[in-house]
T-cell receptor
Framework: ETGVTQSPTHLIKTRGQQVTLRCSSQSGHNTVSWYQQALGQGPQFIFQYYREEENGRGNFPPRFSGLQFPNYSSELNVNALELDDSALYLC?????????????FGPGTRLTVL | QQQVKQSPQSLIVQKGGIPIINCAYENTAFDYFPWYQQFPGKGPALLIAIRPDVSEKKEGRFTISFNKSAKQFSLHIMDSQPGDSATYFCAASKGSGAGSYQLTFGKGTKLSVIP
């Protein structure tokens, strides 16, 4: 069984640029959630996708957007990068329905915005 | 508004000791309470989780105690080992209504187990 994978591992961008982060969910999981973890803080929920539809969104601006594909992999896109967007971006996958809260995290993508 | 408050921020115990990490929540709609372990540079790993229909759950050396009336839950690590040195996060989520299945995390506890 393959766990959650994320790419790239690290990324450096400059303010104003756009970035796309990718996530492959664990085998059999159809729900993907994205979280932002600032240094020394707990992860914060960005949004969740279930069967290619957005299924909830946290307190993040519209420049944070996402996609889920038919194979349940997912992308997180961030436009107009700001310095405060520097963080570890985590993807978590889960089964849908009543098991959607049991979430398994990938290793994360470390984004640095200069 | 911080919906899940975690304490202490850091904790140092000797090998074999029993560190206890506490969390308190505000939203009575929460019905799922997991604990995650995170090593530097890694993603959080699910350790153990509890739902409000039980007051205690044990898996290996990890035990969750849950007090619904006090809106508190805690993680105990029995016979702690240096390899348990990591940051631990409590979290909570609800299974229905707006915002369902969104994990709300505490700020984390950095545990150091010294030999």
């Amino acid at each position: 069984e393959t766990g959650v994978t994320q790419s790239p591992t690290h990324l450096i961008k400059t303010r104003g640029q756009q970035v796309t982060l990718r996530c492959s969910s664990q085998s059999g999981h159809n729900t993907v959630s994205w979280y932002q973890q600032a240094l020394g803080q707990g992860p914060q929920f960005i949004f969740q996708y279930y069967r290619e539809e957005e299924n909830g969104r946290g307190n993040f601006p519209p420049r944070f957007s996402g996609l889920q594909f038919p194979n349940y992999s997912s992308e997180l896109n961030v436009n107009a990068l700001e310095l405060d967007d520097s963080a570890l971006y985590l993807c978590a996958s889960s089964l849908g329905g009543a098991s959607a809260d049991t979430q398994y995290f990938g290793p994360g993508t470390r984004l640095t915005v200069l | 508004q911080q919906q899940v408050k975690q304490s202490p921020q850091s904790l140092i115990v000797q090998k074999g000791g029993i560190p206890i990490i506490n969390c308190a929540y505000e939203n009575t709609a929460f019905d799922y309470f997991p604990w995650y372990q995170q090593f530097p540079g890694k993603g959080p790993a699910l350790l153990i989780a509890i739902r409000p229909d039980v007051s205690e759950k044990k898996e290996g050396r990890f035990t969750i105690s849950f007090n619904k009336s006090a809106k508190q839950f805690s993680l105990h690590i029995m016979d702690s080992q240096p390899g348990d040195s990591a940051t631990y996060f409590c979290a909570a989520s609800k299974g229905s209504g707006a915002g369902s299945y969104q994990l709300t995390f505490g700020k984390g506890t950095k545990l150091s187990v010294i030999p």
